[in-house]
């Protein structure tokens, strides 16, 4: 079975800076795709961006960026120039290739941006 | 374009109601989530459609929930009789084959 760890429950950053939010997971699939999520207070999940395993470039997307390293099993968020609507809870996804399965979710970091 | 669209956005109910949820996935979409989300377990899938037939539903509790998609643009989640421990924040997600799952906004459950 497929897990998903997020290993810092909570973070926080001074806006403008960066942080980088913590993701492991475990798998014996080859084929299967990484989402990083965004719940604001207002409770909606957002996608923030995907990974795709077979591709070997990271993932962007604006201000945010992924470092996917599949050896590794390790898929961490960074977030460049901070602003405070990033202030969420961020949630760390697998998703199984090659079929329409449910995602498998971490336990999330609360991450608040400070001004 | 419209998103996933669920109603009600919050619901609070006394226990040994019923409890229907309601979901309009995304048009074109092929399937269908439904999540729960509490403080104790995280996000959890309850169970999930595609092309309207129900694929997995191990995550569905007990014999008191269950879940229905009668066509390719509506499904529903219900609870009876509901109790205490159901209260959540209950999601319902759709996607095509590329694999990305769009969420609804939630309905927030509180059974009293």
Known sequence: AQTVTQSQPEMSVQEAETVTLSCTYDTSENNYYLFWYKQPPSRQMILVIRQEAYKQQNATENRFSVNFQKAAKSFSLKISDSQLGDTAMYFCAFLRGGSQGNLIFGKGTKLSVKP | ?112
């Open chain 2, 1 to 112: 374009d419209a998103g996933v669209i669920q109603s009600p956005r919050h619901e609070v109910t006394e226990m040994g109601q019923e409890v229907t949820l309601r979901c309009k996935p995304i048009s074109g979409h092929n399937s269908l989530f439904w999540y729960r989300q509490t403080m104790m377990r995280g996000l959890e899938l309850l169970i999930y459609f595609n092309n309207n037939v129900p694929i997995d539903d191990s995550g569905m509790p007990e014999d008191r929930f269950s879940a229905k998609m009668p066509n390719a643009s509506f499904s529903t989640l219900k609870i009876q009789p509901s109790e205490p421990r159901d209260s959540a924040v209950y999601f319902c997600a759709s996607s095509y084959d590329s694999g990305t799952q769009h969420f609804g906004d939630g309905t927030r459950l509180s059974i009293l």
